[in-house]
């Protein structure tokens, strides 16, 4: 899927790139001719980069992560009503990290829906950074 990120008024993407170019002590902008175009270029696609990277940021702020999910809720039942070390005693490092990381996630949300939003994370949980594997 690809984001579609809105592309800045000209104007602005303009000032973006003469300002980075200015204070990267770089001539493409106060300089005249068709050999300081590609140059020229090259700070208006950091400009497009800049805005693009501030509307990730921007959205990342104003969305916060899903963590009442299906695949969550599933792990966490396997963590409440499973032999969770038995268990994940037979995945790979990669494997258990990602469980766990949904078990958190989870607890996350109940934290939050039981009015405990600072509740400390699951004891034993990553058992296998404790053991030192």
């Known amino acids: 899927m690809t984001e579609t990120v809105p592309q800045p008024a000209e104007g602005l ?3 973006l790139a003469e300002a980075m170019a ?5 001539l493409a902008f106060r300089k005249q001719g068709t050999e300081w175009e590609h140059l020229r270029s090259v700070w208006l696609a950091h400009a497009d980069a800049a805005v693009n990277a501030l509307h990730r ?7 916060p992560p899903l963590l009442d999910t299906a695949e969550n809720s599933a792990w966490h039942s396997v963590w409440l009503h499973g032999k969770w070390t038995w268990l994940t005693k037979c ?3 990669e494997e ?3 469980a766990a990381q949904c078990v958190d996630q ?3 949300y109940l934290a939050v ?3 405990e939003p600072n509740r400390p994370g699951l004891d034993g949980l ?3 950074r404790e053991a030192g594997r």
């Open 22 to 26: 200015k204070e990267a002590g770089s």
């Open 13 to 15: 993407r303009q000032h």
């Open 113 to 115: 829906v039981d009015g």
């Open 106 to 108: 989870y607890d996350r």
């Open 57 to 63: 940021w921007e959205q990342q702020q104003a969305e």
């Open 91 to 93: 995945m790979t490092t």
């Open 96 to 98: 258990r990290e990602y």
């Open 126 to 128: 990553r058992w296998w």
